[in-house]
């Protein structure tokens, strides 16, 4: 009798073509960064399209290390302010959390969903709520609007990551 597996903790091998499609998914990554909205407690961006694309594609280890190395490019590249690691570490969990869940499984609601949930609450609510005391700003103040913004975002995020993922199920095997 098989089993089926529900999280994936393996990365595929790199060639060449893989390593070139993780790097075009970092620089799009980059590229949505840019379009973030919002103050430095509240800020709202698509990136997280890419960071799931990541995940869906090279398994959590890969998508992990390339939204380390984007985290750190991107406040080299864009950055105002300290380069805060917990930020660094808070990339590489969501990514881990997405290909864990994404890679190697079809794309189905309740993956998307679950990862979905997860980084909302692990990764934006609890570790970048933790990353804004550290730096000095007041729970009090931004826990609230932090937790309502997320909340916001959690079913928009859902959604997109769905389509995202079934759209681009049709070309998984001729891109990776």
């Given at each position: 009798?098989?089993t089926?597996?529900?999280f994936?903790?393996?990365?595929?091998r790199?060639?060449?073509?893989s390593?070139?499609?993780l790097?075009?998914?970092?620089?799009l990554?980059?590229?949505l960064?840019?379009?973030?909205?919002?103050?430095?407690?509240l800020?709202?961006?698509?990136?997280?399209?890419?960071?799931?694309?990541?995940?869906?594609y090279?398994?959590?280890?890969w998508a992990?290390?390339?939204?380390?190395?984007l985290?750190?490019?991107?406040?080299?590249?864009?950055?105002?302010g300290?380069d805060?690691?917990g930020?660094?570490?808070?990339?590489?969990v969501a990514?881990?959390?997405?290909?864990?869940l994404?890679?190697?499984?079809s794309?189905?609601?309740?993956r998307?969903?679950?990862?979905?949930?997860?980084?909302?609450?692990?990764?934006?609510?609890?570790?970048?709520t933790?990353?804004l005391?550290?730096?000095?700003?007041d729970?009090?103040v931004?826990?609230?609007?932090?937790?309502?913004k997320n909340?916001?975002?959690?079913?928009?995020q859902?959604?997109?990551?769905?389509?995202v993922?079934?759209?681009?199920?049709?070309?998984r095997?001729?891109l990776?």
């Amino acid at each position: 009798m098989a089993t089926m597996q529900i999280f994936s903790f393996r990365s595929p091998r790199l060639n060449t073509r893989s390593m070139v499609f993780l790097a075009l998914l970092m620089a799009l990554e980059l590229v949505l960064a840019r379009f973030s909205i919002g103050t430095e407690f509240l800020k709202v961006s698509p990136a997280f399209i890419a960071t799931a694309l990541m995940g869906y594609y090279f398994g959590p280890w890969w998508a992990a290390g390339a939204a380390i190395i984007l985290d750190q490019v991107g406040f080299v590249l864009f950055g105002s302010g300290a380069d805060f690691l917990g930020y660094t570490l808070s990339a590489a969990v969501a990514a881990a959390i997405y290909g864990i869940l994404f890679h190697d499984h079809s794309a189905s609601i309740w993956r998307v969903v679950v990862a979905t949930v997860l980084v909302i609450v692990l990764v934006n609510v609890v570790m970048g709520t933790w990353w804004l005391v550290l730096m000095g700003f007041d729970l009090k103040v931004i826990l609230w609007p932090r937790v309502i913004k997320n909340l916001i975002e959690l079913p928009i995020q859902a959604v997109l990551i769905y389509g995202v993922l079934k759209g681009v199920t049709a070309v998984r095997p001729s891109l990776a």
